[in-house]
C-alpha cells in the first residue's frame, strides 16, 4: 500500500495558510481512491484546525516535527514523546551559556498549548488560543514539552540552527522551517522521519512504499527516510539536494500535481 506523507507551511499550504482548490480536490481524489495521505508538520495540533476547516475530511497528523502522533477523528493522540522538566532545565542551561540573549517558547499539552517568555516575539497573523506569557524562565521548564522554540532576534536561519544544534548535541533534536531564524528543539531521535516512521509501521507500509513531500531542513529526515523524496519548487537547496524530483511550488500546487498523476 502506498502513503503519501506531506509538509503544511510551504508545501501543501501556500503562502497566506489557504489550501487551494485543486489542492483539496486532489486530496479528496486520494482518500476515495483508499490512498492514505498523512500530514507531517512541525506545528502543533491546535494550529490544524485552520487546515482541517478547508478539508472535506480532517487527515491524520504527525505533528511538532515528529514528537506528537495525533487522530483527528477521535481527537486523541496516539503517541507522544515530550521533553521531561529535567531535559528541558538542561537545555535552558546550555542555550543560556551559548547563547544569552536567546528567548524561548514551549509546546505544551503535546501541543494543544503553548508557554512562551515575555519577551518572546509572536508572529502570528492568525490568533491561537491556548497561549500564555510568563515573566521567568523557570515558568517554561516545570512540565513536559513536546517542542522547545528559540529565537535571538533575527539570525541566519542554517547558521542559527547548527550554532543551537552544537550547543545542545546529545541532548536534543534542533532543525528549522523559518527564514527569520527560528530554531526547533525536540527530544533527542525525535524527528518528522521518526514519528512518520512509527505511524507508517502501525499501519504495516514500509519505508519504500512511502512518498513524501517537504520545502524546509525540517523535512529532510522524512525525506531522506522515505522511498521517494519530493521537494516543492520552493524548497530550501538541502531539500532538493536530497530529492528524487522536484515539482511546481506551493503556489503552483506542487503536490495537488503530482497526486493528480498517481491518481490518473
Request: a negative charge; one cysteine or more; hydrophobic letters at 50%.
Amino acid at each position: 500500500m502506498m502513503l503519501i506523507a506531506t509538509d503544511l507551511d510551504g508545501t501543501l499550504l501556500r503562502a497566506d495558510k489557504t489550501i487551494s482548490a485543486r489542492t483539496s480536490a486532489a486530496l479528496e481524489r486520494a482518500a476515495a481512491a483508499d490512498l492514505p495521505v498523512v500530514l507531517v508538520t512541525g506545528r502543533p495540533i491546535r494550529w490544524l484546525k485552520l487546515v482541517y476547516e478547508q478539508l472535506a475530511t480532517p487527515l491524520p497528523a504527525v505533528c511538532a516535527n515528529g514528537a506528537v502522533v495525533y487522530d483527528p477523528h477521535r481527537d486523541q493522540v496516539l503517541r507522544a514523546n515530550p521533553m521531561a522538566p529535567e531535559a528541558l532545565a538542561e537545555i535552558a542551561r546550555r542555550l543560556a551559556d551559548e547563547v544569552p540573549e536567546a528567548v524561548l517558547a514551549v509546546e505544551i499539552m503535546d501541543g494543544r498549548e503553548m508557554r512562551h517568555h515575555i519577551d518572546y516575539p509572536m508572529q502570528w497573523d492568525t490568533p491561537h488560543g491556548g497561549v500564555e506569557a510568563v515573566e521567568a524562565v523557570a515558568e517554561l521548564l516545570r512540565e513536559p514539552a513536546v517542542k522547545l522554540l528559540v529565537r535571538a532576534g533575527e539570525r541566519d536561519p542554517d547558521e542559527f540552527t547548527a550554532r543551537v544544534g552544537k550547543a545542545l548535541a546529545g541532548v536534543a533534536e534542533a532543525t528549522h522551517s523559518s527564514t527569520s531564524g527560528l530554531v526547533e528543539v525536540s527530544a533527542s531521535g525525535v524527528t518528522k522521519a521518526a514519528g512518520l516512521a512509527w505511524y507508517c509501521a502501525r499501519l504495516g507500509v514500509p519505508a519504500a512504499d512511502v512518498t513524501a513531500f517537504g520545502d524546509m531542513p525540517n523535512d529532510v529526515p522524512m525525506l531522506a527516510w522515505a522511498g521517494r523524496a519530493i521537494a516543492v519548487g520552493n524548497a530550501h537547496p538541502a531539500v532538493k539536494e536530497i530529492a528524487d524530483e522536484v515539482v511546481a511550488t506551493n503556489e503552483d500546487d506542487g503536490v495537488a500535481t503530482y497526486l493528480e498523476k498517481v491518481l490518473a
